[in-house]
C-alpha cells in the first residue's frame, strides 16, 4: 500500500478517527507504521494523545480503546496489538521521536492516586519525584491544575492507568487475566526496561540532535535518597518552590526504568497513605480505592520481576557502599538495582497489603492477594539459581538474606498477624481456605527464617540509647570513617537504627509494637490450632456423611433402599467441599498444624492432648445441637458465638423446606409432566372433598388414624421443631390432602413396571395387577396404623 500523502495535520487526524470505525485493526496498524515513519514529529504530536486513548482508553472509562485487559491469544486481533506495542515496535518508536523534540502532554490531576492528589491540593510536594517540575499552574487557580509528562511519561501513565479503569465483562467470558494481552505486555515491558542480564537498549530513534536524552534528570547525588520513606524535609517543600535539579549524563542509562517503575507502582499502590489508612480503621469511611484479583496478580508479576532484577545484581556489588565513592566503579543500572525494592516498592506495598488484608472478602480470591506477599517475603526464590533439589520445607533460607528480613521486618511480622486473625473468622472445612493456612505455614516454617524474624524482633526492641553517635546513612566503613577492627559495635547500632527506621516510617512514630513470637501472639496461634482442629474434625463428619448419602443413593436405591428426599441432605456441605476435596482439605490441615508447631516450638505432646481434649468434648450429640441462640421476639436469633459455630462447621441448623410439599421445585428423580398433571388432579379432588377428608381425619377412631395415615404430613411437626422460625408458623397445622406426587418418581415408575412385567409373566393381566397393587397399599397402610406406633418406640 503507498504511503499517505502528506496533509493538514487537522486532517491527518480527522482521517484516523474516521479509518477508526471503519477499517479493521490490521489495516489501522499497517497505515499507523507508515504514518509514524514518513510524518515529521511537529505532525505526530497532535494525533498522539487520541492515539493513546485509543489504544488504552480514556482515564474516565467512556472510551474503551483496544480493551487489551480482554484481549487473549486466541483472538485475532491479539498479535496485530503485541506487534504495535512491543518495546520496539511501532508504538514506542513514536514515543521517542517526540521525546527528542520534548513535547508535553498534560493529565489532569484528579486522576492521580488519593495521596498524591492530596498533597498537591495541600500545597505540598509529593514524595515521588516523579510529580517534581511537571505542575502546571492555570489562572483559575489549584482546582484544575494538571501534569505536563513527556511522551514516554504520558504513554506509561494510561497504560498504567488502564488496570485500574473499571471494566464490565461481556457475557459468557471466561478468559484468565493472566494470559491477556495487558498482563503479557507488563511482563514484556519490565524485562525490556528492567532487565536481568545486561542494559536497557538504547532507543532505536535517533535525529540531528543525537540519541534520545533523558528528561531532567535528577544528580546522582539525591537519586534515589529517600524515595519511599517519609521525609518531614521534603514533605514541607511547596508546590511553589519546586526544586531545580542538574542533568547528570550517567542518569540517562536507567531514566525510563526509572520513569517505568514509579510509574507502576504510583499507579498501581500509592492509594494508601499511613494517615489514610489509620482513618479508614473506622467504619464510617468510605473506601478511596479498592483493588481486583487482576490488578493484584499485576501487582505481584510486578514484585517477582523486581526480585529477579536486585537479585541479578553482581555479587562484588551487592555490598557495596552506597557512598559517593562507589559511583565511580557502580553503573546507574547496578546502584539501582541495589535500591529498587526498599525505596521505591516497600512503602507503598506494605500499605497496599494490609488494606487488602482487612477489606478483602473472606472467600478463596484472597489467593492471589497471598500469593503477592508471599512472593515478596521470599526472595530468594527469584535468584536466577537452579532449584535446589531439597524439598522445600526442607530448605534451609541463606544467612545472606538476613538484612533482607531485618528491613522488611513488619511485611513478615504485622502481615502475618493480620493474616492470623482474618483465618480465624474464615471456614477451614474450604479446601481452598486451608490450602492457604497450609501455604502461609509453609513458608514461615523454611528453616532459619523464623530465627530472623525473631532476631529481627530483637533488634527493634533494643533501648534508644544505642542509636546515638551513629553514622547518618547506610552501613559503616573503613571508607566512612570507621575501622574493620573497632567498627563491631557501631554495625550493630546501624543495624538496629535500620530495623527502627523502618518499622517507624511504615508505622509511624507512636506505632505499638506487637512481637510475632509474643505470649499475645502465641495465644492466637493456639486459638488458631483449636480451630483447625475444630475444622478438620468437621471435615471428616462431612466425609463420613457424603459417603452414607453417596452409598444409599446408589442404583439400589430406586428399589427402595436409599432416601430421595433432598431434605436429608447435610445441609453444610458445599460443591467444593466434598469427596476428594474433604481429602484435601484434611491433608492441608494436617500439614498447617504440623508446620505451626515448628515455627512457635509448640509441644507436640501439648498439641495432641489439645486436639484429643477438643475431640472428646464433641461427640456426634453435640454436632447436632443448634448454634446458640436467643429467643427474639418472632424467633431465634443468632449470637455472635453461634455465628462462629455456624463459620467453623461445628453446629448447624436442619432446614427444610416448610412451604407446602405439592409445590416443592421438580427434582431431578421426578418427571415434570407427571408431577404437574399429578398436581392438578390432586388439587381437583382436594377442593372437591376437602370437607370430608377434614371430618374423616379429625375422627379420634380407627377409621380416623387410617385417614390420617394416608392424608396427613407425618413429619412437619418434627421438622418445624428444628428450624429457627415463628411462633405462628410452629404452630401451623397442614389440612389433609391427598397428594399423588410420589406416583412422578422415576423409582416409583420402574418399581410398578416390574410389577406389571413380574405379574405378567405369571399370567396376570393388567387390572389383576392394578388390584394387588392397591389391596397391598391398603394392607400395608393398616398394618402401620395398628402397629406404627409401637414400632416408632422400639
Not at 551487592?318 to 526498599?342: D, G
Not at 473472606?362 to 532449584?387: C, H, M, N
Not at 412437619?716 to 397428594?739: F, H, M, Y
Amino acid at each position: 500500500m503507498a504511503a499517505p500523502i502528506l496533509q493538514q495535520p487537522s486532517f491527518l487526524l480527522a482521517n484516523l478517527k474516521a479509518d477508526s470505525t471503519t477499517k479493521p485493526l490490521l489495516q489501522r496498524c499497517q497505515d499507523l507504521v507508515k504514518i509514524i515513519d514518513d510524518y515529521p514529529a511537529k505532525e505526530l504530536h497532535l494525533i498522539f494523545p487520541w492515539l493513546v486513548e485509543c489504544v488504552f482508553g480514556s482515564l474516565d472509562g467512556i472510551i474503551a480503546g483496544w480493551n487489551l485487559r480482554l484481549l487473549h491469544s486466541r483472538s485475532n486481533e491479539y498479535n496485530i496489538a503485541m506487534e504495535f506495542l512491543n518495546p520496539s515496535g511501532p508504538m514506542m518508536k513514536l514515543v521517542y521521536k517526540l521525546q527528542a523534540e520534548e513535547y508535553k502532554y498534560e493529565i489532569p490531576v484528579n486522576y492521580l492516586p488519593g495521596p498524591v492528589k492530596a498533597c498537591i491540593q495541600e500545597g505540598v510536594l509529593p514524595d515521588c519525584p516523579l510529580f517534581h517540575n511537571k505542575l502546571q499552574f492555570p489562572l483559575s487557580g489549584l482546582l484544575t491544575l494538571n501534569l505536563a509528562l513527556n511522551p514516554f511519561e504520558f504513554f506509561m501513565f494510561n497504560f498504567a492507568y488502564c488496570l485500574i479503569t473499571p471494566k464490565i465483562h461481556p457475557p459468557g467470558y471466561h478468559g484468565s487475566s493472566t494470559d491477556s494481552a495487558y498482563f503479557v505486555l507488563v511482563d514484556t515491558y519490565l524485562k525490556y526496561f528492567l532487565p536481568s542480564e545486561g542494559v536497557v537498549p538504547p532507543s532505536p530513534f535517533t535525529d540531528s540532535r543525537g540519541s534520545v536524552t533523558a528528561p531532567s534528570p535528577r544528580s546522582s547525588s539525591v537519586s534515589f535518597a529517600g524515595y519511599g520513606v517519609h521525609s518531614p524535609s521534603l514533605l514541607k517543600h511547596h508546590i511553589f518552590h519546586q526544586p531545580s535539579v542538574n542533568a547528570d549524563p550517567a542518569a540517562q542509562e536507567i531514566w525510563r526504568s526509572e520513569t517505568l517503575l514509579q510509574m507502576f507502582v504510583e499507579i498501581w499502590l500509592h492509594h494508601y497513605s499511613l494517615d489514610m489508612y489509620q482513618k479508614l480503621q473506622s467504619p464510617q469511611v468510605k473506601e478511596p480505592f479498592s483493588p481486583t484479583e487482576e490488578h493484584v496478580l499485576v501487582v505481584r508479576l510486578l514484585v517477582k520481576h523486581l526480585h529477579a532484577f536486585s537479585n541479578s545484581l553482581k555479587p562484588e556489588q551487592l555490598s557495596s557502599s552506597p557512598s559517593a565513592h562507589s559511583h565511580t566503579h557502580t553503573s546507574p543500572l547496578e546502584e539501582f538495582k541495589r535500591v529498587v525494592v526498599q525505596r521505591f516498592v516497600q512503602q507503598k506495598l506494605y500499605l497496599f497489603l494490609q488494606h487488602c488484608f482487612g477489606h478483602w472478602p473472606l472467600d478463596a480470591s484472597f489467593r492471589a492477594v497471598l500469593e503477592t506477599w508471599l512472593s515478596y517475603i521470599q526472595p530468594w526464590r527469584y535468584t536466577g539459581e537452579k532449584p535446589n533439589p531439597q524439598p522445600d520445607q526442607n530448605r534451609t533460607v541463606p544467612d545472606k538474606w538476613e538484612s533482607f528480613v531485618q528491613e522488611n521486618l513488619l511485611m513478615y511480622t504485622k502481615l502475618f498477624q493480620v493474616f492470623l486473625n482474618r483465618t480465624v473468622r474464615t471456614d477451614l472445612v474450604n479446601a481452598k481456605n486451608a490450602l492457604m493456612v497450609f501455604r502461609v505455614a509453609k513458608v514461615f516454617a523454611q528453616p532459619n527464617l523464623a530465627d530472623m524474624i525473631q532476631k529481627g524482633e530483637q533488634l527493634f526492641l533494643e533501648p534508644e540509647h544505642v542509636l546515638h553517635h551513629r553514622q547518618p546513612r547506610g552501613y559503616l566503613t573503613p571508607s566512612q570513617g570507621g575501622s574493620f577492627l573497632s567498627s563491631r559495635q557501631r554495625v550493630m547500632t546501624d543495624v538496629v537504627f535500620r530495623v527502627k527506621s523502618h518499622v517507624y516510617a511504615l508505622e509511624g512514630q507512636d506505632c505499638q509494637y506487637k512481637q510475632m513470637f509474643g505470649p499475645e501472639l502465641r495465644g492466637g496461634v493456639m486459638k488458631l490450632i483449636q480451630i483447625i482442629a475444630q475444622a478438620r474434625q468437621t471435615a471428616k463428619r462431612i466425609s463420613d456423611h457424603s459417603n452414607e448419602v453417596a452409598a444409599n443413593n446408589s442404583f439400589l436405591s430406586w428399589f427402595g433402599m436409599g432416601a430421595s428426599d433432598l431434605n436429608n441432605t447435610f445441609s453444610g456441605a458445599e460443591p467444593e467441599e466434598s469427596g476428594e476435596c474433604l481429602k484435601k482439605t484434611h491433608e492441608f490441615l494436617d500439614r498447617a498444624l504440623e508446620n505451626l508447631c515448628q515455627i512457635f516450638k509448640l509441644n507436640q505432646g501439648q498439641l495432641s492432648q489439645l486436639i484429643a481434649n477438643l475431640g472428646s468434648s464433641q461427640d456426634d450429640g453435640n454436632c447436632k445441637q443448634l448454634p446458640d441462640c436467643i429467643q427474639g421476639e418472632s424467633g431465634l436469633v443468632l449470637t455472635d458465638l453461634g455465628r462462629r459455630q455456624i463459620i467453623s462447621g461445628l453446629r448447624r441448623f436442619d432446614i427444610h423446606y416448610q412451604g407446602d410439599p405439592e409445590l416443592q421445585p421438580i427434582r431431578s428423580y421426578e418427571n415434570a409432566l407427571l408431577v404437574r398433571l399429578f398436581y392438578k388432579i390432586s388439587s381437583l379432588v382436594n377442593e372437591r372433598f376437602g370437607g370430608h377428608m377434614n371430618a374423616l381425619c379429625s375422627r379420634p377412631d380407627f377409621l380416623g388414624r387410617l385417614g390420617r395415615h394416608y392424608l396427613g404430613d407425618h413429619d412437619s411437626t418434627v421438622k418445624l421443631k428444628q428450624s429457627p422460625i415463628s411462633r405462628r408458623t410452629l404452630e401451623r397445622n397442614r389440612q389433609p390432602r391427598l397428594s399423588l406426587r410420589p406416583l412422578a418418581s422415576y423409582r416409583t415408575i420402574v418399581l410398578l413396571l416390574l410389577f406389571y412385567v413380574v405379574g405378567a409373566l405369571l399370567s396376570l393381566g393388567p387390572i389383576s395387577s392394578t388390584l394387588l397393587i392397591l389391596t397391598g397399599g391398603f394392607l400395608y397402610g393398616l398394618f402401620m396404623t395398628l402397629f406404627g406406633d409401637k414400632l416408632k418406640t422400639h
